[in-house]
């Protein structure tokens, strides 16, 4: 047993030898990661009337009595359409250790296409927050907000966080590590309950400064990588003003103007800064893995994609402004692998980019 903080990949697969991570389908390749699980669809969608969570007491089988729609066979591949809310049984279920809490979340494609992913479990209360020594079943709700996107089993949207305690960094931690290892690179070290960070809107090179999705497109196929023209998704947002206006109701990607650097020994996690801080909201894919941006493992920093979102009001965004903010906290012990070091990780050394899923002109 390792100490306080959060489980690397040679934790998570002892806790699969042990059964307290139960798979229905033998472990696929690649699938954990340095400090986090991926979760993989079952066979079967089920269409709901609205989210839910199941409640104390409940489980998401008897909500599903209540909000059930419809159910979708996905062994053959199933579109689940923009604007629908889907729950779907993944392959995982947990037993965990009265003393191993976890969190979850979209992975990076997943929020870069606007699929918005939570996991939801029996007598859960919270969003992607699950309890410890939960033992049951794992769900993920899913709704496409922008793309219609083609699914099949086995895919993999979201992630899951082990914790035993907590490892969180306070401000006086954090700056000692950033003095020590220097995890920001091309801005301030903006540290105030996280590491904050600001958005690029004056590229070095052109005027491109991101994308936004537009409203009538086709199909996106989870399984095609690279198999999409990016032209036919999203328009490109250009400015040499240092500010754009978002629209209401749109989703857009843009990238941080600083890059980040996650140490072996740490992993991070995207929240948002301040809720009053503006009209929009940034990020649903928010796990930064140990080594993100790691000179040994091919990073020499890394910066960080932005999924945003305007709310009710259009809003003007300046270059400059943070828009959201890092918390850091102790891994439990170093994973035996890093991110980006000898693994598929698509992101490592990243600026602004879209899913992988797409192809660039």
Same mark, same amino acid.
């Given at each position: ?12 697969? +002892? ?20 400090? *986090? ?10 269409? #709901? ?10 489980? #998401? ?40 809490? !976890? ?15 939570? +996991?939801?479990?029996?007598?859960? #209360? ?71 960070? *600001? &958005? $690029?809107?004056?590229? +070095? ?10 409203? =009538? *497109?086709? &199909? ?8 999409? $023209?990016?032209?036919?998704?999203w328009e490109e947002i250009r400015t040499d003003k240092g500010r754009i206006i978002l629209d209401p109701g749109a989703f857009y990607i843009l990238v941080s103007r600083e890059s980040v650097h996650?140490?072996?020994?740490? +992993? ?13 909201? #940034? ?10 941006? =790691? ?26 402004? &943070? &828009? ?8 439990? !012990? ?28």
């Amino acid at each position: 047993m390792t100490g306080t903080g959060v489980l690397p990949a040679q934790e998570i697969r +002892a806790l699969i030898e042990t059964g307290a991570i139960g798979l229905a389908a033998p472990l696929a390749e690649g699938q954990v990661q340095p400090a *986090s699980l991926d979760l993989r669809l079952g066979d079967v969608a089920y269409r #709901v009337r609205a989210s839910f969570l199941a409640g104390t007491g409940r489980t #998401v089988a008897e909500r599903l009595a209540d909000f059930e729609m419809h159910r979708i066979d996905l062994s053959g591949g199933a579109v689940l359409e923009k604007g629908c809310v889907y729950v779907v049984p993944l392959m995982e279920r947990l037993a965990l250790p009265a003393d191993i809490q !976890a969190v979850a979340n979209a992975k990076s494609s997943t929020g870069r296409l606007d699929l918005l992913t939570r +996991a939801i479990t029996d007598g859960g #209360v919270e969003f992607d927050r699950i309890r410890p020594g939960y033992d049951g079943p794992l769900y993920a709700e899913i709704c496409p907000r922008s793309f219609s996107v083609l699914v099949r089993p086995g895919q993999r949207l979201n992630q899951i966080r082990f914790r035993r305690g907590q490892a969180v960094l306070s401000d006086a931690e954090l700056r000692a590590l950033h003095d020590a290892e220097g995890l920001v690179a091309g801005g301030p070290a903006v540290i105030s309950g996280g590491l904050g960070f *600001s &958005v $690029d809107l004056k590229p +070095a090179e052109g005027d491109l400064v991101g994308y936004r999705a537009k409203p =009538h *497109s086709g &199909v996106i196929d989870l399984d095609r990588v690279g198999g999409h $023209d990016a032209a036919e998704f999203w328009e490109e947002i250009r400015t040499d003003k240092g500010r754009i206006i978002l629209d209401p109701g749109a989703f857009y990607i843009l990238v941080s103007r600083e890059s980040v650097h996650i140490p072996p020994d740490y +992993a991070a996690e995207m929240a948002p800064y301040l809720a009053m801080v503006g009209e929009f909201r #940034v990020h649903y894919a928010g796990f930064f893995d140990p080594g993100f941006g =790691h000179d040994a493992a091919g990073g020499s920093g890394s910066r960080g994609v932005l999924e945003v979102r305007c709310h009710e009001a259009p809003f003007v965004l300046e270059h400059g402004q &943070v &828009v959201g903010r890092l918390v850091y906290e102790r891994m439990a !012990a170093r994973p035996e692998t890093l991110y980006g070091a000898g693994i598929a990780s698509n992101y490592q050394g990243q600026g602004l980019k879209l899913s992988k899923h797409f192809r660039m002109p």
